[in-house]
Structure formats: C-alpha cells, structure tokens
C-alpha cells in the first residue's frame, strides 16, 4: 500500500507540474500578419512580441523563410547579450537574446529585418520555435512552443494597380445597361442620375407628332421613301410591257388585213 501511496504522489506531482507549465506559457503576437512590398522593394522588417509570464534569463526563435527571403539582422528590446541570425538550413534562422541571470520581466520585442528578390512575389514567414530561457541554479530552463504565426509577405506594384484602374474606367465606359434596367426605363420611369431613357426619347418623339397633328389622328406609317423609287419602277416596266403588247395586236391585225 505504501508503494501505490507513493506512486499515486509522484503522479499529482509530475500532473501539477505540467499544469502550472502550461498555465505559465508565454503569450506571443506579431505587430501585422500581412506586409505589403512596393514594386521595387526588397528589405522589409517584421516585429514580434513575447511577453513571459514569470521573470526570464533570454528567449530564443527559429524563423522559416520562403524561398527568395533571407534574414539579415535581429534586434530584441532586452537582455545584453545577442546571438544570430544563423541560418540552420532549408531557410530556418536562429535567433537570441539573453541577460545573465533571470533579470528580464517585461516584454520582449524583437524586430527582424529581411531582404528578398525583386521577383518574390509572395510568400510566408513562419515563426516556427519560441524558447524562454530561465536560469536554474546552474541549469537552465526552457519553455518551449511551436506557434501557429506567420507573416504573410506579398508584393503589390504600382503598375498592376494602373492598369487595374485603366481597365476599370474603360469598363464604365463601355458598360452597356442589362436588359431589366432598359425595361424599366422604356416603362417611362426616371433613372437615378437624371439621365434622359428612352421612355422620354419616345415621349419626346410623340409630342412632335402631336405638335406636326394637331388634331390628334394617328397617321399611318407610309415606309421608307425608297419604295417610291421602286413603285414608280414597277409602273415603268408595267408601261413598257403594255406598250409592247399593244403594237404586237397592232402588227397582227394589219397583217391579217
């Protein structure tokens, strides 16, 4: 029974440990998740903040870059003492910053700077390892999380947005209105803009008529004056045709005298 006691103890022990690291988890946050490059830039900064819960000897961060970002400096807020940025490989840069003895309490603030190429368009940073550092007697201490932070970085030049906007001002231009709004309009209702529709263009068009017939009457359509031309056509050649037929009867008459 002794034995189970002591087992059982040494579980709430190891249990309220874990939880007390847990609950003492540094908070972390970024200053912006989304940074947006100029057509020509290439260096850029991002700020992180890590605020420890209980006071802390250092911190320090793993960063993975996109392909076409490297990181070229580090600077931190505390501690008097600084390590980095190294670069371990496949674009994870280590970075530190640590005091002698647990003498740092507040906020951590570290600004990274960044370049990249002009043809980076866009891409994440990824802050992939936080380690708080508390010095232990002779050991030291580690807190260490694996955030779900990125930074998402994208470029977004001055030419694409004049053509966008050239293309947008030629699209009002040409916008030609749906055929719902062009029934409305012909219903005689008024556009909101005080545009003349065509409901007023036929108004207008009646009124002359009316003015031109005072009396009222509705005056047939006669058609195009074209077909004046082809009527006075069709009598020409009707004419011709009977001339020709008469002086047929003409000429056999007098041969059967």
């Given at each position: 029974?002794?034995k189970i006691a002591c087992l059982l103890a040494c579980c709430g022990i190891l249990l309220l440990g874990t939880v007390t690291a847990f609950a003492g988890e540094s908070v972390i946050r970024v200053s912006q998740e989304q940074i ?93 390892t936080v380690k708080v550092l508390t010095k232990n007697g002779s050991s030291v201490d580690t807190e260490e999380q694996t955030p779900a932070v ?108």
């Amino acid at each position: 029974m002794k034995k189970i006691a002591c087992l059982l103890a040494c579980c709430g022990i190891l249990l309220l440990g874990t939880v007390t690291a847990f609950a003492g988890e540094s908070v972390i946050r970024v200053s912006q998740e989304q940074i947006a490059l100029r057509q020509s830039q290439t260096n850029f900064e991002a700020e992180i903040e890590i605020s420890p819960k209980n006071p802390y000897a250092g911190v320090e961060i793993g960063v993975a870059c996109p392909k076409g970002v490297t990181m070229t400096a580090s600077s931190g807020s505390s501690g008097n003492m600084s390590a980095g940025p190294v670069l371990a490989g496949d674009g994870l840069y280590w970075t530190s910053f640590f005091a002698s003895d647990n003498t740092l309490s507040e906020t951590m603030k570290i600004t990274l700077q960044f370049s990249c190429t002009q043809s980076f368009e866009t891409g994440d940073i990824q802050l992939h390892t936080v380690k708080v550092l508390t010095k232990n007697g002779s050991s030291v201490d580690t807190e260490e999380q694996t955030p779900a932070v990125r930074i998402n970085v994208m470029r977004s030049g001055a030419q694409t947005t004049d053509t966008d906007s050239a293309a947008d001002s030629t699209d009002s231009e040409t916008e030609v209105p749906s055929t719902d709004s062009a029934l409305s309009d012909s219903s005689g209702s008024t556009p909101a803009g005080g545009k003349t529709d065509s409901g007023s263009h036929l108004n207008s068009t009646d009124s002359v008529e009316k003015a031109s017939n005072p009396n009222g009457d509705a005056t047939p359509e006669t058609g195009d004056d074209n077909s004046l031309v082809l009527w006075l056509a069709v009598a020409f050649a009707a004419g011709i045709a009977l001339s020709g037929t008469v002086a047929a009867i003409w000429k056999k008459r007098t041969y059967e005298k």
